[in-house]
């Protein structure tokens, strides 16, 4: 069989984090949506996405076995795996009327969402499904759980040091090459991964769910609520409360970031918070790309979503349900809109474009410091947001 995991038109609903990526790649528990699939599957997967993403992300098509689309907003469980292997060509499966996958066959079909000759089957999996920005962090608890099971299954973990305060030490899995030192781990309200080459420095105190993901840090002292998520390769101290951080972004220092989402290469000044709930505690309202106005979220707590390359300056101030694009950079004294747009520059007192070159130089800058390449592929990728996103900018 031969995967690719599709975006449907429910994708723009998930902007500004799948500005920069299919919405397979978006984290949610301790994995990616794509790793658990790949995971799961023990093959590798392609995607089809928007053009302008696809020489980073192309979609590989087989001639010699069935192609099996599956919709990227869902999440795998056991009983999705035998639904889906079970499909024959010119079969889908579906939940509500939404396409969770299909049998196209063995050709490049690219009728995927779908052909109306396609036999229909409904699903009884119940798998969890992102179809709302705030669904990443308001079921994170959910995926936590189950990737823990999923990435321990058959794993010993290694001996928590004897300086360190436990409780539920059952339910925590610590990777090789972890480092815990003198650490409160409260694991009796869902389960704590330690993923390799992690650390958590002295004084942390975490209360689960919650990962760490592969060379990530939790710095002095930092306090963290589940269910919560910190993605590889990133640095986290001060409070968090419900949140996801995809990888590669920082919040090393003070200051409260709660029922947020921050995608990658971002980073958050020392002292910078934000809030998640309204004065009046009434419903928070989010902005959305689709409809292009704040649409009810449901929810009384939301904070911050933050796309990819977003920065701000020491001491911001975050409303509640504050929408920041792609590589917008946010300074200065008082509250900033709710909805900043795609390479902002400014805050509060007023904004201006944030110049590509500018934000390229900037971009160049923290992927040297990862030992990685700033390339043209991606250079590209930022720029059609750049010109996709100008009409929001209108100072």
């Known amino acids: 069989m031969n995967y690719i995991l599709f975006d449907d038109s429910n994708r723009i609903n998930l902007l500004p984090l799948t500005y920069t990526r299919p919405v397979a790649d ?14 799961l599957l023990g093959v590798k997967t392609s995607s089809k996405t928007e053009e302008y993403l696809s020489i980073k992300f192309p979609t590989e098509f087989s001639i010699d076995t069935d192609n099996i689309w599956i919709n990227g907003a869902y999440c795998p469980n056991s009983k999705l795996m035998e639904e889906i292997k079970s499909l024959k060509p010119k079969e889908a499966l579906l939940e509500m009327g939404v396409v969770i996958a299909t049998n196209a066959g063995s050709s490049k079909d690219n009728n995927i969402f779908f052909a109306e000759n396609f036999t229909k089957y409904e699903s009884h999996a119940k798998p969890l499904r992102v179809e709302n920005l705030w669904d ?18 058959g794993k010993k973990s290694l001996t928590l040091s004897k300086t360190n305060q436990v409780i539920g ?7 090789e090459g972890a480092k815990v030192e003198c650490a409160i781990l409260n694991a009796s309200t869902g389960p704590i991964y330690i993923g390799k080459d992690a650390e958590i420095m002295e004084g942390s105190i975490v209360r689960g769910p919650f990962a760490l993901c592969e060379h990530s840090t939790l710095k002095l002292g930092a306090k963290i609520y589940g269910p919560t998520t910190i993605g590889p390769h990133s640095k986290v101290g001060g409070e968090v409360n419900n949140s996801v951080i995809f990888g590669y972004s920082n919040k090393a220092h003070d200051g409260f970031l709660g029922n947020s989402v921050l995608g990658e290469w971002c980073n958050i000044g020392a002292d910078s918070n934000n809030s998640n709930l309204k004065n009046n505690y009434a419903e928070v309202k989010l902005w959305n790309y689709n409809k292009e106005r704040f649409t009810p979220t449901g929810l009384t707590f939301c904070g911050l979503i933050m796309g990819d390359h977003s920065k701000c300056g020491i001491n911001t101030m975050f409303n509640t349900g504050t929408v920041v694009g792609v590589s917008a950079n946010i300074f200065g004294s008082g509250f900033p809109r ?6 902002s520059w400014g805050g509060a007192a007023g904004f201006s474009t944030y110049k590509i070159k500018d934000a390229f130089e900037v971009a160049t800058r923290v992927f040297e410091r990862r030992n990685m390449n700033f390339d043209e592929t991606e250079q590209n990728i930022l720029s059609h947001i750049f010109d996709t996103t ?4 209108k100072w």
Not at 27 to 39: H, M, P, V
Not at 139 to 149: R, S, W
Request: proline share 2%.
């Open 26 to 39: 978006i984290r949610i528990g301790i994995l990616t949506i794509r790793e658990k699939w790949e995971k």
């Open 136 to 153: 990443i962090f308001s079921k994170n608890g959910a995926a936590i759980k189950e990737d823990f099971e999923l990435l321990t299954a």
């Open 169 to 175: 030490v059952e339910n925590i899995f610590v990777e």
């Open 338 to 343: 709710n909805f900043v747009p795609s390479y």
């Open 390 to 393: 100008e009409k929001y900018r």
